[in-house]
């Protein structure tokens, strides 16, 4: 006779996007876990910013909790807790893993730098779609899960859900990263290939906003900030090297009008915001980081990427150039991510995002 399956508590720290389509899938996957994984589960707390917090030991109805933040309302009519604030939330809510979806703080990593860090002191997995806290307390984390012997996970920061980092630490046991190239941002992407369908640099930032892809302040992806930030989370962890966001050289896609897009695609070429990284001796880092427009020719695997889709290429010293593409992710696959990270914690009882 098979065991029972084993029940994980879970606690949502931010339900906008991300946090509403991992409950989503939560549901649409309960069975498949449960049969063929033998994984159950229960939410017992959900924390929004400024649309209520719950906590409920006994679990939440989360069609119910999904179907309030859908009409917009808060949680309160679900709430039974007085918890006031997201560190209150995250002492008192009775879970084994966060996952952690709050708004991104380039400069920072703040506040969810601080609200991980408490997650792991109290003995909490932690899964994060943020790459804040990742680019800026990388090692801190990593060093906190060996301490406590908990795990944190963020296949999601990079490529939304695609096997990033879960291929690198199952894929590529005891090999040595020595570069990587891409196109990391799915935002200028979109931006730069309705640019080349005639819209100008506003037009495009209006549509991908009307998309909820960019932000109202679109500067975290025209400027290159988001590109960076995954560039530095790759270094740091693909090829296990400390890099501050500073030291990534970052131009972003402000300067490229449509005199350019024409005159780039009158030599067959088009322009796309490549995310590098290369081993290069002297340098204080020990890495050449960049993420900057480049002008791409068709034998180039970026030429053909369009609209919101992305690509890695990872070289090794053993097995070359490895490419992995993802094609229009939509939150969804961000949420996959979170799941896929869920289950590995589940596997492993104990692991960090190190390879
Ligand atoms: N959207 C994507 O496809 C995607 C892909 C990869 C990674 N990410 C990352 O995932 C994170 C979430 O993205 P999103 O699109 O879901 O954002 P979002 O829709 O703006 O949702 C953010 C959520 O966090 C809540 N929040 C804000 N400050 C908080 C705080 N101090 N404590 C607790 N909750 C707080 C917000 O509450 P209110 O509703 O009350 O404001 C909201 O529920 C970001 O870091 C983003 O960079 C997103």
Same mark, same amino acid.
């Given at each position: ?21 991992? *409950? ?9 876990? +449960? ?6 589960? @229960?939410v017992?707390?959900?924390?929004t910013?400024?649309?209520? @917090?719950?906590? !409920?030991?006994?679990?939440? !109805?989360?069609?119910? =909790? ?8 808060p949680?309160?009519?679900?709430? #039974? ?6 560190? $209150? ?12 979806s ?14 991980? @860090?408490a997650?792991?002191? +109290?003995?909490?997995?932690?899964? #994060? ?10 090692r ?7 301490? @406590? ?10 490529? !939304? ?10 894929g ?8 990587? +190239? ?29 998309m ?8 975290? !992806?025209? $400027? ?36 350019e ?13 490549v995310?590098?990284a290369? +081993? ?9 980081a ?8 068709p034998?180039?695997?970026?030429y ?23 094609e ?6 961000? =949420?996959?991510?979170?799941? *896929? ?15």
């Amino acid at each position: 006779m098979n065991s029972p399956p084993q029940e994980h508590h879970l606690a949502l720290l931010g339900f906008g996007n991300v946090g509403q389509a991992f *409950a989503r899938l939560l549901l649409e996957k309960e069975n498949t876990l +449960r049969e063929e994984k033998g994984v159950a589960f @229960r939410v017992t707390g959900i924390a929004t910013g400024s649309h209520g @917090r719950v906590i !409920d030991p006994a679990g939440i !109805d989360l069609e119910k =909790a999904l179907s309030l933040r859908q009409s917009g309302d808060p949680l309160d009519p679900i709430s #039974t807790s007085k918890t006031k604030t997201s560190r $209150d939330f995250i002492q008192e809510c009775p879970a084994d893993v966060l996952f952690e979806s709050t708004p991104v703080n380039y400069q920072t990593g703040q506040p969810a730098l601080d609200y991980l @860090r408490a997650a792991l002191q +109290r003995g909490m997995h932690v899964i #994060t779609a943020n790459k804040g806290p990742v680019v800026h307390g990388y090692r801190e984390l990593v060093d906190l899960t060996r301490n @406590r012997g908990r795990s944190f996970l963020f296949e999601s920061t990079v490529m !939304d859900g695609a096997p990033v980092f879960s291929m690198a630490r199952c894929g590529l046991p005891a090999a040595e990263v020595t570069g990587i +190239r891409g196109i990391l941002n799915s935002t200028t992407n979109l931006i730069l290939t309705r640019m080349e369908q005639g819209q100008s640099q506003e037009e495009a930032v209006a549509y991908a906003q009307s998309m909820g892809i960019a932000e109202t302040d679109p500067s975290g !992806d025209l $400027d290159g900030w988001d590109a960076a930030v995954k560039t530095a989370i790759l270094v740091n962890v693909l090829m296990k090297t400390p890099l501050k966001l500073t030291d990534v050289d970052r131009t972003g896609i402000r300067e490229i009008n449509q005199k350019e897009i024409k005159e780039a695609a009158e030599k067959n070429k088009r322009w796309k915001l490549v995310c590098s990284a290369q +081993r290069q001796e002297g340098r204080k880092s020990g890495v050449l980081a960049q993420v900057q427009p480049r002008l791409v020719e068709p034998s180039s695997p970026f030429y053909h990427l369009s609209g919101t889709s992305a690509l890695l290429q990872v070289e090794s010293d053993v097995l070359g150039t490895l490419t992995l593409q993802e094609e229009e992710p939509t939150t969804m696959t961000t =949420a996959y991510g979170f799941l *896929a990270d869920f289950l590995n914690v589940v596997k492993n009882g104990t692991s960090s995002g190190q390879l």
